[in-house]
């Protein structure tokens, strides 16, 4: 006869498995980009669920082309900017981050796998750009934040960094800016994350780099970024 220990340990499995398996079906129903790997567009769908639930991002389609290069730049004021990115795009995002962002224990298998590309600002980091410019070449899509780090509208002004506009004149690609307010936690990496808000991501029109120089193409995008420029 079963003791009662062990009926319970049964129980308990039994409920995992049927949460685990359910979870499974939720978030490959959530799912709306194909990153080359099951477990990868689960992350995909989870992640869509968490912010469009809990942090009851209003749904936001960024005006990405269908295929070729695309460079999504947006402000950055906490750690779930990404998710948020990830969750308006129908394309699988790589994105530029710190290399101490990137060697984070317990995360770099995911940054690796999501074909993130760390930037080491110190010593080397035209090399981040020479692997941003053969992903654009190779019809990709690159996500940057211009600022380099965590900045909210009312720290100091910051000069942006040219990376995004130097990549866009040099191959063309489209620039498809965009805004990020409404989260709790801002300001810092984790409690972006973990406090439920309101989060909302403005798009602004894509910018064809045809003609422009980067440093016209970088005043522009501080305007936007900035603030200072209205959505149209």
């Not at 319970?8 to 409920?15: D, G, I, P, R």
């Not at 990153?35 to 639930?53: E, M, Q, T």
Request: one cysteine or more.
């Amino acid at each position: 006869m079963m003791e009662t220990w062990q009926l319970l340990l049964f129980c308990l499995v039994a409920v995992v498995v049927y949460g685990l398996n359910r979870l499974n079906r939720i978030s490959l129903r959530a799912n709306e980009v194909d990153w080359g790997h099951g477990w990868a567009n689960r992350i995909d769908g989870l992640s869509r669920l968490f912010c469009r639930g809990y942090h009851r991002l209003q749904p936001v389609r960024l005006d990405l082309p269908g295929q070729g290069p695309a460079i999504i730049v947006s402000n950055h004021i906490s750690g779930l900017d990404p998710l948020l990115l990830v969750s308006c795009c129908r394309r699988p995002v790589r994105f530029m981050i710190a290399r101490e962002q990137y060697e984070r224990f317990g995360m770099k298998w995911l940054f690796r796998a999501a074909g993130c590309i760390p930037v080491d600002r110190e010593r080397s980091p035209e090399k981040a750009l020479r692997a941003a410019f053969r992903a654009l070449r190779d019809g990709e899509v690159v996500a940057i934040f211009p600022h380099g780090k965590i900045h909210l509208d009312t720290d100091p002004p910051r000069r942006l960094k040219a990376g995004a506009s130097r990549l866009a004149a040099f191959t063309g690609a489209p620039l498809v800016p965009l805004r990020i307010t409404g989260v709790r936690g801002q300001g810092h990496v984790f409690p972006g994350v973990v406090l439920r808000g309101r989060a909302v991501v403005t798009p602004y029109p894509v910018i064809d780099p045809a003609g422009q120089t980067s440093q016209q193409l970088n005043e522009r995008l501080q305007q936007i970024i900035d603030g200072k420029q209205a959505a149209s």
